[in-house]
């Protein structure tokens, strides 16, 4: 039976801020995993994306995505793409609800990563994402940043990070 065990968590205060980082993450469990609810503080943008050491460089990922009035998918590298935020011209004080997960993030081959968000919107736009990713580096992840795109998270967005050990 698999454990969680909450490593850290943080609410964003008043102002935003430009990314969300969790550092010195310990080489003690099997899997992570992050569990979020955000919106963006300006802007259009629902893109968030995800760092690990810092890298910028070996990001893959396809993505399977509907509008409510129609399903798309993509494959793309460079940035990783896994996950997504409500806008902040959706329905006032609507947060989107996600979820990321990394197994095996202390091995030595590359990391696979999967994410799963719907984006909160009392109209007839919304979106669900589901993604998977690579990072094509064999280092142990020992951080990771959650980024938004060009935008700053608002006010009340939360992010935990769970180590998850089998037993």
């Known amino acids: 039976m698999a454990t969680y065990t909450l490593i850290s968590s943080t609410t964003v205060g ?22 979020y609810s955000a919106r963006a503080a300006s ?8 760092r690990f050491n810092s890298s ?19 494959g793309d590298s460079g940035n990783l793409y896994i996950t997504a935020m409500a806008a902040a011209n959706y329905t006032a004080s ?3 609800n996600g979820e ?10 590359n990391k696979s990563v999967s994410g799963f968000v719907v984006t909160e919107n009392n109209a007839t736009l919304s ?13 142990a992840i020992t951080s990771i940043s959650i980024i938004p795109d060009g935008v700053n998270f608002a006010q009340y967005s939360s992010f935990y990070l769970y180590g998850i050990s089998n037993a």
């Open 94 to 96: 609507t947060f989107s």
């Open 14 to 35: 008043s102002g935003g801020s430009s990314s969300i980082d969790f550092t010195n993450i310990p080489q003690t469990y099997t899997d992570l995993k992050v569990i």
């Open 43 to 50: 802007g259009t943008t629902l893109d968030v994306y995800v």
């Open 56 to 74: 910028t460089t070996g990001y893959s990922r396809k993505l399977l995505y509907g509008t409510g009035s129609s399903a798309l998918s993509l």
């Open 127 to 139: 979106y669900i994402f589901d993604a998977a990713g690579l990072w094509s580096n064999t280092s």
């Open 100 to 109: 990321f997960y990394i197994p095996n993030y202390i091995s030595s081959n």
